[in-house]
């Protein structure tokens, strides 16, 4: 036996004998048991994860949205357990995606089913509009769209026919030092590229927050300030329409 086998075998030894030993405890302190339903894994987990793309970004998006206040919110496709919580807690959000939702569950979110790279112009327009980590997937057929190897472009124009003039775009996509397709995954891009995408010259950039490879926050920097080498990073981008 390998020591790495035996270290694995010796860890289910001694979780199970805490697991015996805290049930023969609880029952001898007067408890009852109904169900023995063991969840060993726990005993060493931590609180929660406080860092990553997605914590940082559904926060902090949230958050510039709440001190904005625009009148409208329309977010693109963005986590609903996440940053669409965050937003519906203090005002109505109105979201599009291309998959249904069977139910919003709060008076608060109201849903729109549509594909955006569709030539079909969606009658929605805001001074306010959001796309969260999920234009990287347009156009490769994860979530039952058409393949299109420039549906992300085409997305994103549609996206910022949506934003009224002096409107805000908060947009955000896994980026690394070059352009990558993991199919069907998800794209990677280049910091930079965004500013090369049909419709982007009508928009001006306001600020730029980045979440490292460690999944550590950088809020409000430089682009030229990003490290040379990304491998896995995000970058939040918040534009004005100016045009």
């Not at 010259?201 to 550590?216: A, P, T």
Request: aromatic share 10%.
């Amino acid at each position: 036996m390998t020591l790495i086998k035996r270290i694995v075998r010796w860890s289910k030894v001694h979780t199970n004998f805490k697991l015996r030993k805290h049930r023969q405890q609880f029952l001898k302190m007067g408890g009852t048991i109904s169900h023995f339903f063991p969840i060993v894994s726990d005993f060493e987990d931590v609180a929660g994860s406080a860092s990553g793309h997605y914590f940082h970004q559904d926060l902090l998006v949230a958050q510039l949205i709440h001190d904005d206040n625009p009148v409208q919110h329309i977010d693109i496709g963005s986590r609903i357990d996440g940053f669409v919580a965050h937003v519906a807690s203090f005002r109505k959000i109105e979201i599009v995606d291309i998959r249904p939702l069977n139910s919003t569950g709060h008076e608060n979110i109201v849903f729109v089913r549509h594909d955006l790279m569709s030539d079909k112009s969606l009658p929605l327009e805001s001074d306010s509009v959001s796309c969260l980590h999920a234009i990287e997937h347009f156009g490769l057929g994860r979530y039952g769209d058409t393949l299109d190897p420039d549906g992300h472009k085409l997305g994103f124009r549609n996206l910022v026919e949506m934003v009224a003039k002096m409107g805000t775009l908060y947009i955000s996509f896994p980026i690394a030092s070059q352009n990558e397709v993991h199919f069907n995954a998800h794209r990677v891009f280049h910091p930079r590229e965004i500013f090369g995408w049909p419709g982007c010259e009508k928009l001006k950039l306001k600020r730029f927050d980045f979440v490292d490879d460690d999944g550590n926050i950088h809020k409000n920097i430089d682009l030229s300030s990003l490290p040379a080498k990304i491998k896995h990073g995000c970058g939040i981008y918040s534009f004005t329409k100016i045009q």
